[in-house]
């Protein structure tokens, strides 16, 4: 790292400003009966999913209602195997909720990957959901994608056409017969989405990585780039303007590989890439030449929040950064044992340490993630302008107020 580093003319950042506090909780709602996946928050409402844990209860996705974000109302839940015996033994990492208008839909339209509970052959790949009134989301449809589901997914409006990108990490993952790990669907017609292009990292890139395969997938508003973190291979930049046809652009090359998720600065300028390793941190890439990525800086929590982790009994990628999502000039990441962090990243090179939210411990139900039997362990983070939503693994769904304005 610190021959990249130099190389590259980037620093490694861990200020911590004399206003850097602890957030307290807003609100809170636990669901039970299992573990949490990621969270993410449309018009006023939380799209809570799910992650397997030993039992797989298939619990789909919750819907909160974030009027009061002091409490949040479970309203409705959907996507899950009671209610629909086709996804029984299955969990939904992640969902995306977007408007969109198109000649056979209006109204808001909610992607929800979908993947297989270890050791069954249970349903797998993503479904499609009208969630106009969250209160009663509608099933649309299911589209099974092999070899394996749709581990993260992204859904984009555009115009009177609507896309889901899915990456499938199976498709590429060492041991398997190789087919396309990011594939595009025309989800104009939601009820019969059409698969209409994908892309393989070629051997040419593939020469000297472990393990290359693509984990997850970010579009940009006029859906002209993708952003694919592809694990050793980087995060890799593609130019969808044509869906049929992606062009390979650039790609990163930090070395902490295990590039896992990505989030771009609302001018399109920089991109923060995670890295889901022991001890992994998010590293900021000037993209204004995607061919050529450029590593600006790498930010490093502030040492006495990663002892305190550890004195809790954190350890190995718990300690790591998992995903990142901006609002105005802050980053929220989501770092497992550490909370959120909140970040001043008006200056990308010198990123800045404002805050730290980290939930209150709650019981671990199947004793999977805590070395005692309680722990937070913070998966996914949704920053609005007046209220933040967090998703605990262990706790459910927690809401505080952003630290400052961006």
């Given at each position: 790292?610190r021959?990249?580093?130099g190389?590259?003319g980037?620093v490694v950042f861990?200020?911590a400003?004399?206003g850097?506090?602890?957030?307290r909780?807003l ?11 990621d969270v ?11 992650w ?5 209860p ?7 209602d ?8 479970h ?6 195997g009671a209610?629909?015996?086709a996804v029984?033994?299955t969990?939904?990492?992640k ?6 208008a198109t000649?056979?839909?209006?109204g808001?339209?909610?992607?929800v990957?979908?993947?297989n509970?270890p ?5 797998r790949?993503f479904g ?7 209160r009663s989301?509608k099933?649309l449809s ?5 070899p394996?589901?749709s581990h993260?997914?992204w859904?984009?409006a555009l115009?009177?056409r609507a ?6 990490p199976?498709a ?7 087919s396309?790990?990011?594939r ?8 019969h ?7 393989i ?5 593939r020469?000297g990585k472990r ?11 006029p859906?002209?780039?993708a952003?694919?973190s592809y694990?050793d291979?980087?995060t890799?930049?593609l ?5 049929a ?8 090359t ?5 590039a ?7 001018n ?9 390793t022991?001890?992994?941190?998010p590293s ?9 990525p450029?590593l ?8 006495r ?5 550890r004195?809790r009994?954190?350890a190995g990628f718990t300690l790591?950064?998992?995903?990142p999502?901006i609002?105005?000039?802050r980053?929220?990441?989501s ?7 909140v970040?001043?990243?008006?200056n990308?090179?010198?990123p800045r ?7 209150p411990?709650?019981r671990?139900p199947?004793?999977e ?6 722990c ?11 209220y933040v ?14 630290a400052?304005?961006?």
């Amino acid at each position: 790292m610190r021959t990249l580093l130099g190389a590259l003319g980037a620093v490694v950042f861990a200020l911590a400003p004399a206003g850097a506090h602890q957030i307290r909780p807003l609100g809170h709602a636990n669901p039970g009966g299992g573990y949490t996946g990621d969270v993410f928050v449309h018009k006023g409402f939380a799209y809570l999913s799910s992650w397997h844990g030993s039992a797989c209860p298939s619990q789909g996705v919750r819907v909160y209602d974030l009027t009061k974000p002091s409490r949040p109302r479970h309203v409705a839940t959907f996507a899950d195997g009671a209610s629909n015996l086709a996804v029984r033994g299955t969990w939904t990492e992640k969902t995306i909720v977007q408007h969109a208008a198109t000649p056979s839909f209006k109204g808001e339209l909610a992607a929800v990957s979908f993947q297989n509970c270890p050791g069954t052959n249970s349903y797998r790949g993503f479904g499609l959901y009208d969630v106009t009134n969250p209160r009663s989301p509608k099933e649309l449809s299911l589209i099974r994608t092999d070899p394996g589901g749709s581990h993260e997914i992204w859904l984009q409006a555009l115009g009177r056409r609507a896309y889901v990108y899915t990456a499938i990490p199976l498709a590429e993952f060492p041991g398997h017969a190789p087919s396309p790990g990011f594939r595009i669907f025309n989800a104009t017609d939601p009820r019969h989405p059409v698969e209409v292009g994908s892309w393989i990292a070629p051997d040419s890139l593939r020469a000297g990585k472990r393990a290359v395969f693509v984990h997850s997938v970010r579009v940009n508003a006029p859906a002209t780039r993708a952003y694919l973190s592809y694990w050793d291979l980087g995060t890799v930049i593609l130019d969808i303007s044509n869906p049929a046809h992606p062009r390979y652009l650039g790609r990163t090359t930090d070395t902490q590989g295990f590039a896992h998720s990505t989030a771009i600065t609302p001018n399109g300028k920089v991109l923060i890439e995670t890295h889901e390793t022991n001890g992994g941190r998010p590293s900021f890439w000037d993209i204004s030449k995607p061919t050529r990525p450029r590593l600006l800086s790498v930010f490093r929590p502030p040492a006495r929040l990663v002892a305190a982790a550890r004195n809790r009994g954190a350890a190995g990628f718990t300690l790591g950064v998992h995903d990142p999502k901006i609002i105005g000039t802050r980053a929220y990441f989501s770092w497992y044992a550490l909370g959120v962090l909140v970040v001043d990243i008006s200056n990308p090179r010198h990123p800045r340490f404002v805050a730290q939210f980290l939930p209150p411990a709650s019981r671990d139900p199947d004793n999977e993630f805590c070395a005692r039997s309680s722990c937070s362990y913070t998966w996914g983070v949704y920053p609005t302008r007046t209220y933040v939503a967090a998703a605990d693994m262990v706790g459910g769904l927690w809401t505080f107020r952003p630290a400052g304005r961006g």
